[in-house]
């Protein structure tokens, strides 16, 4: 299965500090992107990388690739309460934007 | 971007009946994807509906037990037959605008099979 893994599962920090997910996969990937989900609703994209970029931001995310390793990381700097949520990796193998999403990480954020 | 309205937000069924949920969006868009999301788990790939074709289902998921129709650019119809309570789940449409590679989802059904 080419579904990714993220890890940690969950993820319990104080608002101001970083939050740092990763998220492996298993075969070869035309893009990875990263999804928010609120309280189990619809998903929110937040960034997509493909696999020929190494790193890429947009505000407070960071998001890394590693081909070789087949894993990517997300980094949600100077968080806030407002971050609560489940976050997926989502790989695109096919080109045709038929996602594979791993199993996420909770992050819950505390003022 | 698009803008999409999915319902019901949430059902109670009972075993046997059938349920249809709907997605409605605020543009035109080739691809339209179904996706099932159990409790606490990560989201599983039911189907594509792509305008003016049969939708093509992933392995694990057939016609039978969940039609799709796709009757043109801007809505979508998923249907789970003959439910049982392992339908409880949370099912969600989403969308593939033009040149997107991102794709922008409903709010999802919360389904309860008693």
């Known amino acids: 299965s080419q579904q990714g893994e993220e890890d940690p599962q969950a993820l319990s920090i104080q608002e101001g500090e970083n939050a740092t997910m990763n998220c492996s996969y298993k075969t070869s990937i035309n893009n990875l992107q990263w999804y928010r989900q609120n309280s189990g609703r619809g998903l929110v994209h937040l960034i997509l990388i493909r696999s020929n970029e190494r790193e890429k931001h947009s505000g407070r995310l960071r998001v890394t690739l590693d081909t070789s390793k087949k894993s990517s990381s997300l980094l949600i700097t100077a968080s806030r309460a407002a971050d609560t949520a489940s976050y997926f990796c989502a790989t695109d193998a096919s080109g045709y934007s038929t996602l594979t999403f791993g199993k996420g990480t909770m992050l819950l954020v505390s003022p | 971007s698009a803008v999409i309205s999915q319902k019901p937000s949430r059902d109670i069924c009972q075993r046997g009946t059938s349920l249809t949920i709907q997605c409605q969006v605020d543009?035109?868009?080739?691809?339209m994807f179904w996706y099932r999301q159990q409790p606490g788990q990560s989201l599983t790939l039911i189907a594509t509906?792509?305008?003016?074709?049969?939708?093509?289902?992933e392995s694990g998921f057939v016609i039978d037990k969940f039609p799709i129709s796709r009757p043109n650019l801007t809505f979508s119809t998923l249907t789970v037959s003959n439910m049982s309570p392992e339908d409880s789940s949370i099912y969600l449409c989403?969308?593939?605008?033009?040149?997107?590679?991102?794709?922008?989802f409903g709010s999802g059904t919360q389904l309860s099979v008693l």
């Open positions: 543009s035109q868009v080739t691809m």
């Open positions: 989403s969308a593939l605008p033009g040149a997107n590679e991102k794709l922008f």
């Open positions: 509906a792509n305008q003016g074709s049969e939708a093509t289902y």
